[in-house]
Every structure is written in structure tokens, then in C-alpha cells.
């Protein structure tokens, strides 16, 4: 299974959209530093998540994420 997800910084509140298959890993990688876009944001934690048979499929609704229309469709859900 593949996820895509929403991440939610601590020290400044704002929002990291991201895919992947381990999300575990993924998050451990964020909150320690390695992921170069999240450094200097932790820490992240998980806000929204959402399981993807395939991993073109999490990828594509990460860019929806980052779209103005995935945007309003976050807030009007109560998302974010």
C-alpha cells in the first residue's frame, strides 16, 4: 500500500503534503532532519492520511494536495 499525507509543523503551523509507502519511516525521516523541505519545521507531526492502492495514484493526490483546487477542498472539509 502506498499513502499519501499531510504533515503539520509545530513550530510554525504550517502544512507539508508528501507520498510514500512507509509512512512510518517517512515521518521518523522528517522529524530527524533528513528530509531537506521539513529541517528546519519539526517537529511534524501526522495530521491527515489517506491509503493508496498504487503509488502513481498517492502521488497524484499529493500534487491535488499542493493544487488550489486540493487546497480548497482540504479547507472545506475541515482538512486543514
Known sequence: ?????????????RFYYGST????ERLKKHNKGDIKSTKNRRPLILHFIEQH???SLAYQREIFYK??????????????
Open 67 to 80: 493544487s488550489i483546487n486540493g487546497y480548497l477542498f482540504l479547507k472545506e472539509n475541515g482538512i486543514i
Open 1 to 13: 500500500m502506498y499513502f499519501s499525507y499531510i504533515l503539520k509543523s509545530e513550530k510554525d503551523g
Open 53 to 55: 492502492e498504487t503509488r
Open 21 to 24: 509507502q512507509n509512512i512510518e
